[in-house]
Every structure is written in C-alpha cells, then in structure tokens.
C-alpha cells in the first residue's frame, strides 16, 4: 500500500499550526538557552537523520518546522516522504546549519518524527492486514495530549482513516449519555433537534440496542464489544441501511476475523494509545564544515 503524497498535503495540519505546536514544545526544552550547546564551537555543520529499524515514516513537515523556528536558514535535504516505508541504516534527511542550532534542535525534532513514525508504523501493521477487505481502519481520541492532530495525520500515513477529530464534528452517542437522556430515541431525538448538520453515530451494546439504533435512522452505529457473531448478526440485521463501526478488543490477530464480518469500519483505539517510538538517531559529520 502507497498513501498518496498529494491526499497526505491535503490533510495535514496547516504551517500555522504546526509552528504554534512546534514552538511550544521548543519552549518546553529550551527554557532560558541550550547551555550545553553554547560550549561548543560556533561554525557550520552536516548531519544525518538515519533509522535503525523498519518503519513506515511520518512527521517531516515538524522536523522542518523545528530547524526553521530556531534558524531560517538550516537547510534540510530529505531523501524520502511522509507515507513511505524505510529500512535500518536508511539515511532519511541530512541538514546543514550552525552546529550549536543543529545541536539545540535535534531531540525535539527526533520526538516528533519517532513518534509519528511510530503511529503510522503501527497503523500500517493494521491496514496491510485486511488491505484485500472492503473494511477501513479508523483511529479514535485516544490520542497523546496535545498530538491529537498530528497522531491523526500520522494515522492517514500508515493508510488508516480519520474519526472524528474532537466532541465538535460529530455526535457520537454513548452509553452514558444514553443513560442520560433517558433511551437510544430521546438521544437521537435531541441531536436531530439541535439543526447543526452533524453525523450522528450510536453506540450499541447489543442487538437489541442495534434494532433501536435503525429504528431511530442515525448515519452509523458503533457496535462495542460484539463477538464474532454478534457481528455477522448485526450485518444481518442492518442491511446496509446504517454503516456499521466494530471497536473494542481488537487485536492484530483478530483483525481479519471481524473484518469478514462485513462491517464498514473498524476503530482501534491502539493506533495512538499504545504506540512506540521508532528508533531514530541524527549523527553529525566527523568534520565540521568551515
């Protein structure tokens, strides 16, 4: 599978957004200056972004942004794209700037690529396992506090799909606010009354929760925790009529079990919550340029 370059610059964050996140956490590690930096010499220098272990890459639009807030003029040579797979000992980018900036940006710039690599890699993982099914791989909120968006970008890399990205651009109901409401009807009725043209998604912990859910008419029904038959039950019984998200306890090793179920979609809330960062280094050239 191959994420088209041009959807994944559609959907990434904007430049202004990515600075503001990208500043901030520059501010986290910077404090008052890099006083282990400042011991060092003042010339230019090379070095090497390089990985040791394969991955599937995310994040470079933050790399980039982390070397230009601190110096617009460290240049930065990549040899491959957001999306695509790479190998141990690949060189993935080499940069050219004052070494004490290089130096001061490299940790804050590795974070974001390793862990953007991490959630695409793991995300990949996924879709190559059911990449013959009709099914998409969703992620969910579950996301690093304040790398909702850029998780959910790096999900679209490793060729899963967006979720909603907050409580604002979609109404998904849930137990609780069931219970709140009152019934599967009264939480429905209330989201149509609201007039914002919002889809509206139930969860369903049941089929007897599922045959409420159609009776109401909503976009797409989340079925929590069915087993393996309730799922196929619930193909069954819906028709086509809703689209149908299966979500909870998913597992690699069950992925294509649920997935021949015929559901639409499969949400997994691991792509972000469980992720680990891919081992990523940057290395200077042995001999500082002049």
């Not at 040899?79 to 130096?103: F, K, M, N, S, Y």
């Not at 139930?202 to 929590?224: C, F, N």
């Not at 559901?263 to 792509?271: E, K, R, Y």
Request: glycine share 8%.
């Amino acid at each position: 599978m191959t994420v088209d370059p041009h959807f994944l610059a559609e959907h990434r964050p904007s430049a202004a957004l990515i600075r503001q996140h990208v500043q901030s956490a520059l501010d986290e590690d910077l404090g008052a200056g890099d006083v282990t930096a400042a011991l060092l010499p003042s010339g230019q220098a090379r070095a090497a972004i390089i990985t040791r272990e394969h991955a599937v890459l995310s994040g470079q639009a933050w790399v980039d942004a982390v070397f230009h807030l601190l110096d617009p003029g460290i240049e930065l040579d990549w040899h491959c794209h957001d999306g695509e797979r790479i190998a141990p000992d690949q060189v993935l980018c080499r940069l050219r700037g004052p070494l004490r900036t290089l130096l001061t940006g490299e940790r804050t710039a590795l974070n974001y690529l390793q862990t953007l690599s991490g959630t695409a890699t793991l995300t990949r993982g996924y879709t190559d396992r059911v990449a013959d099914l009709p099914v998409r791989i969703l992620d969910t909120r579950k996301t690093l506090p304040g790398l909702r968006r850029e998780q959910k970008y790096a999900v679209l890399c490793g060729g899963g799909h967006n979720h909603r990205m907050g409580l604002f651009d979609a109404i998904l109901i849930k137990e609780n606010h069931i219970m709140a409401a009152g019934s599967i009807k009264a939480a429905v009725d209330a989201a149509r009354r609201t007039g914002r043209a919002l889809p509206v998604e139930i969860e369903v912990e049941s089929l007897d929760e599922l045959e409420q859910a159609l009776a109401a008419g909503v976009e797409r029904v989340l079925l929590d925790n069915f087993d393996l038959d309730g799922l196929r039950e619930a193909v069954r019984l819906a028709r086509g009529r809703t689209r149908l998200e299966a979500s909870g306890g998913i597992t690699l090793e069950r992925l294509r079990d649920v997935a021949a179920t015929g559901v639409d979609d499969i949400s997994i809330g691991a792509l972000t919550k469980d992720v680990r960062a891919v081992d990523l280094s940057m290395r200077l050239d042995a001999e500082p340029t002049s």
